[in-house]
């Protein structure tokens, strides 16, 4: 089937986010395998319409006005065990992941549970938590390039800093990826131990992107800035910061995307006026165009 009998118009974004925040979008299309996200890919290059591959649409902001373009949606959500290793595509959940290879007695990935993204979005922000990093245990990334196609790219290829990866840079799609764990028998407890910390530390039931700034250094995240600024609960609309952490923008009533830039604005401005330190968001806004 061509891709053009496969696409819808007119999705709502606020459906497909988890911040519950976003206008329509002008073409929509679901992929569940990787032949199918390579010709959507190609099919925007050559209509010339720019595209978006969404995942499980956590650390996105979507503009009130919509997408006027592709959104993308990566449901390639296959997961493969060799042993110690672990093969995912891109649109596995990176917390389930975490829960999977947890109970096998693999470690590495406790972190992950808990983390309201998709494998390939892991990889792209190097997702983490509590000092680990998605970067810690990948092995490999099969990636498409539109200008030469599908290609393994090794780790000793990649870069990586916070929540920073060499894949914004570049032009294409993360396919799926391989992770290399260790064995132990204690992982199962861990990654309990770490959803136990993140449900009582996060607003974990609220609309919200995850962490909205990037942390300034380990010494001083930027929550615990924030939250010094005496910033909990300064609300902008239908956006608030968190009470229970303070990196957190929630959409408390009908946000609107316009309502969380103003927040992060006044956030930025007042840490800034108090610490000298400017904080960078984190959340990728997508906007109209």
Partial sequence: MRIEELLQSGRSLKDLSTFGIGGPVRYYLEVSQITQIVQAIEWSNQNQIPYFILGKGSNCLFDDLGFDGLIIHNKIDFCDFEGC??????????????????????????????????????????AGANGSETCQTLDEVLFYDPKVG??????????????????????????AARFTLSVNQDARKEQLAYISRRMASQPYAAKSAGCVFRNPSPEMPAGLLIDRCGLKGL???????SQIHANFIINVKDAS?????????????????????????????VSFK
């Fill in 235 to 241: 609300r902008c609309g239908g956006a608030e910061v």
């Fill in 150 to 175: 599908q290609k393994i790219i090794s780790r000793e290829q990649m870069s990586f800093s916070h929540r920073t990866s060499s894949f914004q840079s570049l032009c294409g799609v993360i396919l």
């Fill in 85 to 126: 290793r672990v093969y995912a595509g891109a649109g596995y959940s990176f917390s389930l992941l975490g829960i999977q290879t947890a109970k096998r007695g693999l470690s590495g990935l406790e972190f992950a549970s808990g983390i309201p993204g998709s494998v390939g979005g892991a990889i792209y922000m190097n």
């Fill in 257 to 285: 995307s316009s309502d969380v830039m103003a927040l992060i604005k006044q956030v930025q401005q007042r840490v800034y006026e108090t610490t000298k330190k400017w904080l960078e968001p984190e959340v990728r806004l």
